[in-house]
């Protein structure tokens, strides 16, 4: 692909395996991108386990995909140009790993990279309750420049099912990639309900 957008997406083995798989269904339908796809040894389980689809049918949504022990590949280098990366859903285990710098796995390393070349990191960060050292960790990614985007449901735009639960929130993480999308509309300040009337009598 010539002159691609590349994007790199990591999958973990939090919950919310669904978050990955759509973004790289998102992805395919811009044909300026590229998108590199990591899964994590628990991330392929937690596919399994929560959806429908096979693993292989995941990576092939990619347009390229790479062993997460492979800390050899280009993702591991900053010289390998990406436009930025986004872990959906991102478990807390990674997130303290790309906290603290700990890149034994090309998913983190990958992370990591974007990080120290100043591209944008996205994490949709998937724990609850949050104790003391997760708040910590997190605080600590946000000031190292990633964006912290917890997948939290947003009910203003009348969601009807799950899956718009799960594009609202992907929608996010392209504006922070700066892909222009029409998947939700800009908010533009709640409208006043229109004034109630009851006939005579009612």
């Given at each position: 692909m010539t002159d691609a957008r590349r994007i790199v997406v990591g999958i973990t083995g939090a919950t919310g395996a669904i978050y990955g798989i759509r973004l790289l269904e998102l992805l395919r339908g811009f044909p300026e991108v590229e998108s590199h796809l990591v899964i994590s040894g628990p991330g392929k389980r937690t596919i399994v386990a929560e959806t429908e689809s096979t693993v292989a049918e995941v990576e092939a949504l990619a347009h390229r995909h790479y062993?997460?022990?492979?800390?050899?590949?280009?993702?591991?280098?900053?010289?390998?140009?990406?436009?930025?990366?986004?872990?959906?859903?991102?478990?807390?285990?990674?997130?303290?790993?790309?906290?603290?710098?700990?890149?034994?796995?090309?998913?983190?390393?990958?992370?990591?990279?974007?990080?120290?070349?100043?591209?944008?990191?996205?994490?949709?960060?998937?724990?609850?309750?949050l104790h003391a050292g997760h708040l910590r960790c997190l605080l600590a990614l946000a000031e190292m420049g990633a964006v912290v985007l917890p997948p939290m449901p947003a009910f203003y735009n009348r969601p009807k099912q799950i899956e718009d639960l799960v594009t609202h929130t992907l929608a996010r993480?392209?504006?922070?990639?700066?892909?222009?999308?029409?998947?939700?509309?800009?908010?533009?300040?709640?409208?006043?309900?229109?004034?109630?009337?009851?006939?005579?009598?009612a």
């Amino acid at each position: 692909m010539t002159d691609a957008r590349r994007i790199v997406v990591g999958i973990t083995g939090a919950t919310g395996a669904i978050y990955g798989i759509r973004l790289l269904e998102l992805l395919r339908g811009f044909p300026e991108v590229e998108s590199h796809l990591v899964i994590s040894g628990p991330g392929k389980r937690t596919i399994v386990a929560e959806t429908e689809s096979t693993v292989a049918e995941v990576e092939a949504l990619a347009h390229r995909h790479y062993d997460d022990k492979d800390i050899g590949a280009a993702l591991a280098s900053g010289s390998f140009r990406t436009d930025g990366m986004v872990i959906a859903p991102c478990s807390i285990k990674t997130a303290s790993a790309v906290a603290h710098c700990h890149t034994d796995t090309l998913l983190s390393r990958a992370a990591d990279v974007t990080l120290k070349e100043r591209r944008p990191l996205i994490l949709l960060v998937r724990e609850t309750p949050l104790h003391a050292g997760h708040l910590r960790c997190l605080l600590a990614l946000a000031e190292m420049g990633a964006v912290v985007l917890p997948p939290m449901p947003a009910f203003y735009n009348r969601p009807k099912q799950i899956e718009d639960l799960v594009t609202h929130t992907l929608a996010r993480a392209l504006d922070h990639l700066r892909l222009p999308h029409r998947l939700t509309e800009e908010w533009k300040g709640t409208q006043p309900r229109p004034p109630r009337f009851d006939p005579p009598g009612a």
